[in-house]
């Protein structure tokens, strides 16, 4: 069975950094798409960034040049460092990995609030 559990959410000031990981267990983590999702209150879940088996990068607009998403796949884990962080950032980050086209098993999210 697939699980996949976020870590390293905190309360940080505008302006500063902040990585986040994803550890990965049940699957051959390799050779599976990984993506970061976000969700602020009232809102709905966005896509944050993600990265291919093969180490391609995506992100959405507001976090490029902002955030960067890597992987080590001898850990099975996932990582987001994100730099310059500014309030609208503040929201629930959840890890999630692709099957067939679906982003089909997610974490349990971590909490990052930025804030002065």
């Known amino acids: 069975q697939v699980q996949l559990m976020e870590s390293g959410g905190s309360l940080v000031q505008p302006g500063g950094s902040l990585r986040i990981s994803c550890a990965a267990s049940g699957t051959i983590f390799s050779r599976n798409n990984v993506g970061w999702f976000r969700q602020a209150p009232g809102k709905q879940r966005e896509f944050v960034a993600s990265?291919?088996?093969?180490?391609?990068?995506v992100y959405t607009n507001s976090v490029k040049g902002r955030f960067t998403v890597s992987r080590d796949n001898s850990r099975g884990a996932m990582y987001l460092q994100m730099n310059s962080l500014k309030p609208e950032d503040t929201a629930v980050y959840y890890c999630?990995?692709?099957?067939?086209?679906?982003?089909?098993?997610w974490g349990q999210g971590t909490q990052v609030t930025v804030s002065s």
């Open positions: 999630s990995l692709e099957e067939r086209y679906v982003w089909r098993y």
């Open positions: 990265i291919s088996s093969g180490g391609t990068t």
